[in-house]
C-alpha cells in the first residue's frame, strides 16, 4: 500500500445503541455480518483448506474438554484480567493477525486496533492487512499493538520491517511459518475466484524458503520480544527455545493450510509440557466462546488469539462491534471463572479440566446453536 493513502473513515456506528441493544449475544455478531459482506468475504472468513477437516478439529478439540467446578469458594469478586508484555489487559486475549481486514469495514485494521485497545486487549496486525504498520500505529498508539510478518523478501526486507516495528512502537514481533506453501481454499477454487490480494501478491518464494536461520536473524540484530505463529509439535517448540523464541504461537492457521491437521487444543499440552515455563505460549484456532478462553489457559496458555470472531464482529459494527464482542467475551469468562470456583486466572491449572465427549457434530458455527442465517452454508 502507498504510504501516502489515507485511512479510510472507520464505519459509522449506526449498529449500537446507548445500550448495546443490538448485540447481546456473540452470534448475533455473525447474522449482522452475513447482511453486510459478500459471498467471497463470507467465505473468506469461514472456510478452511480442501476438506475443512482441521477446520472442525479445531471445533472439537475444544468441545472435547469438560470443566470440574469447585463450590463455595467465595466467589464474589472475580477479575478477568492478566499481566502481559507489562501491561494490564481485561483479559489474556490477542486479536490474531488477519489479512484483509479492509474487506469487512472500510478503515481495516485501524478499526481492530482501536476497537481492543479502548476494549483493553491486544491486536497482532498482520503485515497483509491495509493501512499498514505506520498508519495503524498512527491511529491507536496507546494500545497494545503487535506486529506479524510473511516473509516476502530477503534478509533486508525482514530487517526493515522489524526495524518498523520497533520504530513505531510494536511490544513484540511474529513471524508466521506455517504457509511455506499457500493452500487450496475450495470455496475460492469451486466459484474460480481470485481473491485480489492473492493477484497483487509477489515473492512467496522467499516464505517458502523460510528456515530458523532468520530466526536467528532476528535474535541477534533485534531487542524485541519474537513471537513465532504456527508451532504445532514439541519438536518445533524445542528448537524454538534453542533459539531463544520469546513466545510460542500454537497455530494451524484456523484451518486454513494443512488440511487433516491436529486441533490446537489437541497440541496444546504436548507444547506446554515441552516448554516448561521457558517461553510464554499463544494460541489460536476455533476460540469463541469466553469458556474456549478459561479452556485455554487451564491448559497451560498466556494468551489466546480470536481470529473469526474478531471478523464478524467488525463486518457487524466495525470499532465499536470489535469492543463489544470484547465486552461479551470477558462476561462469559467471568461467568465462567466465578462457577468453576476461582476468582482469576491465576487460579486456573488442569484440575480444573476433564475429558469429555462433544454433543454435537463440530463445524465454524457449532459453538453458537441459536444462529440462525439463510442460506446456513459452510
Given at each position: 500500500?502507498?504510504?501516502?493513502?489515507?485511512?479510510?473513515?472507520?464505519?459509522?456506528n449506526?449498529?449500537?445503541?446507548?445500550?448495546?441493544?443490538?448485540?447481546?449475544?456473540?452470534?448475533?455478531?455473525?447474522?449482522?455480518?452475513?447482511?453486510?459482506?459478500?459471498?467471497?468475504?463470507?467465505?473468506y472468513?469461514?472456510?478452511?483448506?480442501?476438506?475443512?477437516?482441521?477446520?472442525?478439529?479445531?471445533?472439537?478439540?475444544?468441545?472435547?474438554?469438560?470443566?470440574?467446578?469447585?463450590?463455595?469458594?467465595?466467589?464474589?469478586?472475580?477479575?478477568a484480567?492478566?499481566?502481559?508484555?507489562?501491561?494490564?489487559?481485561?483479559?489474556?486475549?490477542?486479536?490474531?493477525?488477519?489479512?484483509?481486514?479492509?474487506?469487512?469495514?472500510?478503515?481495516?485494521?485501524?478499526?481492530?486496533?482501536?476497537?481492543?485497545?479502548?476494549?483493553?486487549?491486544?491486536?497482532?496486525?498482520?503485515?497483509?492487512?491495509?493501512?499498514?504498520?505506520?498508519k495503524?500505529a498512527?491511529?491507536?498508539?496507546?494500545?497494545?499493538?503487535?506486529?506479524?510478518?510473511?516473509?516476502?523478501?530477503?534478509?533486508?526486507?525482514?530487517?526493515?520491517?522489524?526495524?518498523?516495528?520497533?520504530?513505531?512502537?510494536?511490544?513484540?514481533?511474529?513471524?508466521?511459518?506455517?504457509?511455506?506453501?499457500?493452500?487450496?481454499?475450495?470455496?475460492?477454487?469451486?466459484?474460480?475466484?481470485?481473491?485480489?490480494?492473492?493477484?497483487?501478491?509477489?515473492?512467496?518464494?522467499?516464505?517458502?524458503?523460510?528456515?530458523?536461520?532468520t530466526?536467528?536473524?532476528?535474535?541477534?540484530?533485534?531487542?524485541?520480544?519474537?513471537?513465532?505463529?504456527?508451532?504445532?509439535?514439541?519438536?518445533?517448540?524445542?528448537?524454538?527455545?534453542?533459539?531463544?523464541?520469546?513466545?510460542?504461537?500454537?497455530?494451524?492457521?484456523?484451518?486454513?493450510?494443512?488440511?487433516?491437521?491436529?486441533?490446537?487444543?489437541?497440541?496444546?499440552?504436548?507444547?506446554?509440557?515441552?516448554?516448561?515455563?521457558?517461553?510464554?505460549?499463544?494460541?489460536?484456532?476455533?476460540?469463541?466462546?469466553g469458556?474456549?478462553?478459561?479452556?485455554?489457559?487451564?491448559?497451560?496458555?498466556?494468551?489466546?488469539?480470536?481470529?473469526?470472531?474478531?471478523?464478524?464482529?467488525?463486518?457487524?459494527?466495525?470499532?465499536a462491534?470489535?469492543?463489544?464482542m470484547?465486552?461479551?467475551?470477558?462476561?462469559?469468562?467471568?461467568?465462567?471463572?466465578?462457577?468453576?470456583?476461582?476468582?482469576?486466572?491465576?487460579?486456573?491449572?488442569?484440575?480444573?479440566?476433564?475429558?469429555?465427549?462433544?454433543?454435537?457434530?463440530?463445524?465454524?458455527?457449532?459453538?453458537?446453536?441459536?444462529?440462525?442465517?439463510?442460506?446456513?452454508?459452510?
Open positions: 500500500m502507498n504510504e501516502a493513502t489515507p485511512i479510510r473513515p472507520a464505519r459509522k449506526a449498529e449500537l445503541g446507548a445500550s448495546d441493544e443490538k448485540f447481546q449475544n456473540l452470534h448475533e455478531f455473525i447474522s449482522k455480518a452475513r447482511t453486510n459482506i459478500n459471498q467471497n468475504a463470507w467465505d472468513i469461514v472456510g478452511g483448506a480442501e476438506t475443512e477437516t482441521t477446520l472442525r478439529r479445531n471445533r472439537m478439540a475444544l468441545d472435547e474438554i469438560a470443566f470440574r467446578p469447585r463450590v463455595l469458594r467465595d466467589v464474589s469478586r472475580v477479575d484480567s492478566v499481566e502481559r508484555f507489562g501491561r494490564k489487559m481485561r483479559l489474556p486475549v490477542v486479536l490474531a493477525p488477519v489479512g484483509a481486514l479492509e474487506i469487512f469495514d472500510p478503515a481495516g485494521a485501524a478499526s481492530v486496533t482501536r476497537g481492543a485497545g479502548s476494549f483493553g486487549a491486544a491486536h497482532m496486525l498482520s503485515s497483509v492487512s491495509e493501512p499498514g504498520l505506520e495503524v498512527d491511529a491507536a498508539p496507546d494500545a497494545l499493538r503487535m506486529f506479524q510478518l510473511y516473509v516476502r523478501g530477503d534478509d533486508a526486507f525482514v530487517e526493515d520491517h522489524v526495524s518498523r516495528a520497533i520504530a513505531c512502537r510494536y511490544t513484540a514481533f511474529c513471524l508466521t511459518v506455517d504457509t511455506a506453501h499457500y493452500s487450496r481454499r475450495e470455496r475460492d477454487i469451486a466459484k474460480r475466484y481470485v481473491r485480489e490480494s492473492r493477484i497483487r501478491a509477489t515473492g512467496g518464494d522467499y516464505q517458502k524458503g523460510l528456515s530458523w536461520r530466526v536467528k536473524l532476528i535474535k541477534d540484530k533485534f531487542e524485541i520480544p519474537l513471537i513465532i505463529k504456527g508451532i504445532a509439535t514439541a519438536e518445533d517448540a524445542q528448537i524454538a527455545l534453542d533459539h531463544g523464541v520469546d513466545w510460542i504461537y500454537v497455530s494451524n492457521h484456523g484451518g486454513r493450510q494443512l488440511d487433516h491437521g491436529r486441533g490446537a487444543m489437541h497440541v496444546l499440552p504436548e507444547i506446554v509440557d515441552a516448554v516448561k515455563g521457558r517461553a510464554k505460549i499463544m494460541i489460536d484456532g476455533a476460540f469463541c466462546r469458556t474456549d478462553i478459561v479452556k485455554a489457559i487451564a491448559s497451560g496458555a498466556d494468551l489466546v488469539g480470536i481470529g473469526r470472531l474478531q471478523c464478524w464482529a467488525l463486518a457487524a459494527a466495525g470499532e462491534g470489535i469492543s463489544r470484547l465486552e461479551l467475551l470477558e462476561d462469559e469468562v467471568v461467568r465462567c471463572l466465578g462457577l468453576l470456583g476461582v476468582t482469576s486466572f491465576a487460579d486456573l491449572d488442569r484440575s480444573c479440566l476433564h475429558p469429555a465427549s462433544p454433543t454435537n457434530m463440530p463445524d465454524v458455527f457449532s459453538a453458537f446453536p441459536l444462529l440462525d442465517i439463510e442460506p446456513f452454508r459452510y
